[in-house]
């Protein structure tokens, strides 16, 4: 059956080969110390329940001080960071798992606690409609070419540290989707308006990092998270994500990561009722699929294969029990598992909802 294929080794197209399909979903822990620098705490995490994946995604390390997501991210923003992210790669490489750091802008969604009072910004001085944040600055166009350079030098980083690659973060309403999104980004510039204008600036990131990684002396992978609508009325659609996508994917990205609620949640924006990861499969079949979002039981595995996913992140199931990967074929470990909510867990709701 198809959900055997993630017990067995994976390799990307550009030789990294991980020992199964399984990976350990990017996570906001908020375990580092007030500057973002590598923890006790997270090295611990990640020693613990990194052991039984393929691949380890370290979720949400910020690419500079403006673009802190929350108080206890981790920072990728500095040189004085790559001593502690060597730390927390051996860890994660001493369990057999491959490494991958997760890039991230906070743009608008973030708030002057967070960032240490940097200055929150955004593609437009629009206030996000949720959480809490401040009101973001405009980016000037010099701005945005500096958080270009940004993500490639916190990739530069990444290579140094001895991580096996880097997720770019297009997801969650952070600064990549910003961008995308007609409701956060009225700029009239080249960075704003059409399609194509607002797609610029994601593309930009991306070819960055690319060009970045192709320094590594070593196979190192670059992925794209992505969410892949916004339900709110004038938001992100479906169909504009798509063309992004279709974009992307003449890119050459090692994988695509679906950042769903649920893996098999219908589409919002299209007058269809097909799973949301088909639909991108269909689009950009050539570019490898990660797919995310409430995988937990046997069946889920099965059904997230039937999708067309190359690659299945788990979250709240490692969390709960790193060994879940040998288990998930055995429906009596997992009994009453699907019924925990973040409460039970003792999760902070914000990082559940992502799980």
Request: charged share 15%; glycine share 8%; hydrophobic share 40%.
């Amino acid at each position: 059956m198809g959900e055997f294929q993630y017990e067995r080794p994976y390799t990307f197209a550009n030789g990294l080969r991980l020992r199964n399909g399984f990976c350990l979903a990017p996570l906001d822990l908020r375990t580092s110390l007030f500057d973002g620098a590598v923890s006790q705490n997270d090295c611990t995490f990640y020693q613990q329940h990194t052991g039984q994946v393929g691949l380890s995604i370290v979720g949400s390390l910020y690419v500079a001080p403006a673009g802190s997501t929350v108080t206890g991210s981790m920072s990728i923003a500095d040189d004085q960071q790559i001593a502690g992210l060597k730390q927390l790669a051996a860890a994660i490489h001493q369990q057999g798992s491959r490494a991958v750091v997760q890039l991230v802008h906070a743009g608008r969604m973030t708030n002057h606690f967070a960032t240490n009072g940097a200055p929150v910004v955004g593609p437009s001085a629009i206030r996000g409609t949720h959480g809490q944040v401040d009101q973001p600055q405009a980016l000037t166009t010099a701005q945005i070419d500096t958080i270009v350079a940004d993500f490639g030098a916190a990739t530069q980083r990444a290579i140094a540290a001895g991580f096996d690659g880097v997720e770019i973060h297009g997801a969650n309403s952070f600064l990549l989707q910003q961008f995308m999104s007609p409701l956060s980004n009225q700029r009239q510039d080249d960075y704003g308006g059409s399609l194509v204008n607002r797609m610029y600036f994601p593309m930009r990131v991306a070819q960055r990092v690319l060009t970045v990684a192709t320094r590594a002396q070593r196979p190192f992978v670059v992925g794209y998270r992505i969410s892949p609508e916004e339900i709110e009325a004038g938001g992100l659609s479906l169909a504009d994500n798509l063309v992004l996508i279709r974009a992307l994917s003449h890119l050459p990205l090692s994988y695509l990561s679906l950042s769903l609620r649920d893996y098999a949640q219908p589409a919002v924006t299209l007058a269809t009722q097909r799973p949301v990861a088909e639909l991108v499969k269909r689009f950009a079949p050539q570019l490898p699929l990660m797919i995310a979002g409430g995988i937990r039981t046997h069946a889920d595995v099965a059904r997230v294969a039937d999708l067309g996913a190359d690659l299945a992140a788990v979250g709240q199931q490692m969390i709960v029990d790193p060994a879940w990967p040998k288990k998930f074929r055995q429906p009596e470990t997992l009994k009453g598992k699907a019924d925990w909510t973040a409460t039970t867990l003792g999760i902070p709701e914000s990082i559940y909802r992502y799980l």
